[in-house]
């Protein structure tokens, strides 16, 4: 067995991207195992691996962990990614929330019925442009920091950049009227290990395609 990290999850983004992410940022190489068809996670669930008998799952420092936020909790912390006392924590986590909510509606999005996506985009871009941008435009210069919390690379940025990309791949221009965040996505972007995760053949994972939903939904359901 490697030393890397292992992640269980399908081939794609889902609840798992925000972990490559982090681990990607923080510079840590890591291995994935791809659930394919629906028996490959009932493995998981029968041999005991799943404790709540879902994924994502990450095998990491000899623990197999499950739940997004507790797994990038922990990656946080290992990795020096979750500010350097309890107040500057709070701050993360509380910023990483409200991105957490606005990251279901990016990646529910793609998984909807046709019928409901037109209703879904206008509501998800609404809440992107005003009630979660105008807030991170509102820190950072409140801040007037290069990063969002202390001044230095946190989750919260890895995970902000993230959200970002997501929302411009729906909607190009949706920083148009955030110059602070526009310039936040230069700098971050151009941070080594997450420039590197940006390039073509690495193990971001693209937007779903609408051939794949039905892939994904058969594992699952």
């Known amino acids: 067995m490697s030393g890397k990290p292992r992640l269980h999850y399908f081939n794609g983004r889902g609840r798992m991207e925000p972990i490559r992410w982090l681990l990607a940022a923080a510079g840590v190489e890591f291995e994935e195992s791809y659930l394919e068809k629906k028996e490959d ?30 797994i990038a909790n922990y990656i946080a912390t290992k990795y020096n990614l979750y500010g350097k006392d309890v107040k500057e924590r709070a701050l993360i986590d509380m910023y990483v929330e409200g991105m957490f909510d606005l990251n279901e509606l990016l990646m529910k999005h793609g998984y909807l019925p046709p019928q409901e996506k037109e209703q879904h985009f206008a509501n998800m871009m609404d809440k992107a442009e005003n009630r979660y941008f105008p807030v991170f435009e ?69 937007l779903i395609r609408e051939e794949d939903v039905a892939k994904v939904i058969s594992i699952f359901y």
């Open 41 to 70: 996670l009932t493995k998981l669930q029968k041999d005991g691996s799943l404790l709540f008998q879902q994924v994502p799952m990450v095998e990491i420092d000899g623990m197999k962990l499950v739940q997004t936020r507790a």
């Open 138 to 206: 509102k820190v950072l210069k409140d801040h007037g920091k290069d990063f969002l919390v202390g001044n230095q690379l946190s989750r919260a940025d890895v995970q902000l950049l993230e959200i970002i990309l997501m929302a411009e791949e729906w909607k190009p221009d949706i920083l148009a009227k955030f110059p602070l965040l526009q310039s936040f996505k230069a700098r971050i972007s151009n941070i080594p290990t997450i420039k590197k995760f940006l390039q073509p053949g690495s193990q971001r994972k693209p």
